[in-house]
């Protein structure tokens, strides 16, 4: 067995418009109960490596307030760890506030660990996916690069912010900007395996070159001049890159077959446990293909629409195709369609907020409507 250590990537987090104006996207609630970096944590764990750092550009505050003492995703908590890594010193230069910066800045991971092999994956990129054979394809090729990628036939639509690889026989010989000209595509997944020797070499010839070059340059430095490969991963992914597309791969995962897909059988996904009471249905409660989480209390009409917890639906109240985040209040009479209503907000007077599935109406933290 390989002595692994894992890079949780954040720094190339995309945003989803005002979910993410007061949070990381690895903290942003996904489903009622989980979190985006959960999955990529519950993927590192099932994967059997269970020393991680966690590389974070911003917004710390609310990735230490979900992450805890961070045990949810440790197998061994005696020997596992999970290091919030932070550049303090470049965090206010935008420039220069860039994942191998911070790398670099925390390189006493590196040295502690002595790992084998270094993961790089992101948050963004939500899927299962086991490691291990990422890391058992690259030994077998003798890859000095390993990219994880799915051939997909919908780039225009749905991965608009990615990369797309050029392969030849299984090598990878380009790595590009997602144009959008085409649905069929190679879409690199940011997922990377690496020796530690190569990537501590990579790290010090790009740094070298320019104090600006990001990870991604780094793959770009090394499709040039090294032996980097593909790895396909045929399994259930979707990219959260957009507030609708939020929506919309939130909302697909209550169809029982599409959620298979991602909670596979014995591939758990851990996050923190909250001790709230079981979720209340009152008398005039009707429930059909929605996620409720506990503490909610129901006494309205909930369809194809998932509530996290201690959402207050009351008497007369109608949610649909929608996402209601913590400790929210619909009162009564109101009809929701297509919203995503964020932490602690009310929806007090307004009886009539419907949106498009193309185009979800926004609900601000703690506003009162």
Not at 71 to 84: H, S
Request: net charge neutral; proline share 2%; hydrophobic share 35%.
């Amino acid at each position: 067995m390989y002595k692994v250590l894992g890079y949780c990537n954040l720094h190339h987090s995309v945003k989803l418009g005002p979910l993410t104006e007061e949070r990381s996207l690895a903290s942003t609630p996904f489903l009622g109960r989980y979190a985006f970096i959960d999955f990529t944590l519950s993927n590192f764990s099932n994967s059997g490596i269970d020393r991680i750092g966690i590389l974070v550009k911003e917004h710390l505050r609310s990735l230490v307030k979900h992450l805890g003492s961070s045990n949810a995703w440790t197998i061994n908590t005696k020997i596992g760890t999970k290091a919030i890594l932070y550049n303090e010193k470049d965090a206010k230069n935008s420039r220069y506030n860039h994942d191998v910066n911070n790398i670099k800045e925390n390189d006493w991971l590196i040295l502690r660990e002595k790992a084998d092999f270094v993961v790089i994956a992101p948050v963004h990129f939500v899927m299962a996916i086991n490691y291990q054979e990422v890391i058992d394809e690259h030994v077998k090729n003798g890859a000095d690069i390993t990219i994880v990628y799915q051939k997909v036939d919908n780039a225009k639509t749905h991965f608009e912010t990615c990369d797309v690889l050029t392969l030849s026989n299984n090598v990878i010989t380009s790595l590009k900007e997602n144009k959008c000209t085409k649905d069929n595509a190679y879409i690199s997944l940011e997922t990377y395996v690496i020796s530690m020797q190569k990537f501590e070499e990579l790290i010090y010839k790009i740094s070298k070159i320019s104090a600006l070059y990001e990870l991604r340059d780094l793959i770009l430095y090394a499709i040039q001049n090294e032996k980097v490969y593909g790895f396909e991963h045929k399994g259930y992914v979707r990219c959260f890159d957009t507030l609708n597309h939020y929506l919309e791969y939130s909302l697909e995962l209550l169809d029982f077959k599409t959620r298979q897909k991602l909670f596979l059988e014995n591939w758990p996904i851990y996050t923190i446990t909250n001790d709230t009471p079981p979720t209340k249905y009152l008398n005039n409660a009707d429930v059909k293909n929605s996620f409720i989480s506990n503490g909610a209390v129901i006494d309205g009409k909930v369809e194809n629409s998932i509530l996290s917890r201690e959402v207050i639906v009351k008497e007369g109240a109608v949610i649909k195709n929608s996402i209601i985040l913590t400790d929210c209040v619909i009162s009564s009479d109101a009809h929701l369609e297509y919203v995503i209503e964020d932490k602690y907000s009310k929806v007090m007077r307004a009886k009539d907020i419907r949106g498009s599935k193309e185009d979800p109406i926004f609900i601000k933290q703690g506003d009162v409507i």
